[in-house]
């Protein structure tokens, strides 16, 4: 397994169709609806496995204000959950979040991964939106620090 950051239209490619096969099509949206305008200015990150080149998993970090960054569009492949690659991601954007001098990352959590981001030191703050509406978000917070 590696961990890349996006760059060629191939790798692009496999980003976002990762995202749609897990957060999009089980509930049969459009293709295009994976991606908004804040991919853009945004960071991405993506475990491949170097045995068969597919994208694993991904995930995204969008910067809100100088002092807050929050975490987006989380997407491990059916057969690799469970296997610490969501792990992996959420370290990696916390990294580079704190590289930048932010302190404070929320997310909107859906709520089968509740468990997921507080075992990651989030904290829900309040119950928040439906999706399609079925799939309820929560919002987390964590404050990372240095040490
Ligand atoms: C939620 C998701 C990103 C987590 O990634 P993952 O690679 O499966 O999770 P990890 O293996 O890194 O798990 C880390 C820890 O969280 C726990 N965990 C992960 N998903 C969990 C779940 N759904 N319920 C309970 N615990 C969970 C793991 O057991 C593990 O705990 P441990 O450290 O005590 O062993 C991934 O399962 C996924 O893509 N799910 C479907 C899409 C989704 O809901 N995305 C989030 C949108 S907000």
Redesign the pocket.
């Known amino acids: 397994m590696k961990i890349i950051e996006p760059n060629s239209s191939a790798e692009f490619e496999q980003y976002y169709n990762l995202r749609y096969e897990?957060?999009r099509k089980p509930w049969l949206q459009p293709k295009g609806s994976e991606k908004d305008d804040g991919d853009k200015s945004s960071i991405h990150r993506m475990i491949i496995d170097e045995s068969n080149g597919k994208a694993v998993?991904v995930g995204r970090l969008q910067f809100n204000t100088s002092e807050e960054a929050q975490i987006r569009y989380?997407?491990?492949s059916d057969n690799?959950?469970?296997?610490?690659?969501?792990?992996i991601i959420v370290k990696t954007l916390e990294d580079i979040a704190l590289n930048k001098g932010i302190r404070n990352i929320i997310?909107?959590?859906?709520e089968?991964?509740l468990?997921?981001y507080w075992?990651n030191g989030y904290e829900i703050i309040e119950k928040s939106y439906l999706l399609f509406d079925e799939i309820q978000h929560w919002l987390m917070v964590k404050k990372i620090t240095t040490d």
């Open positions: 897990v957060l998993a989380m997407a491990v690799y959950q469970l296997k610490g690659y969501g792990n997310l909107q959590a859906r089968n991964a468990k997921f075992k």
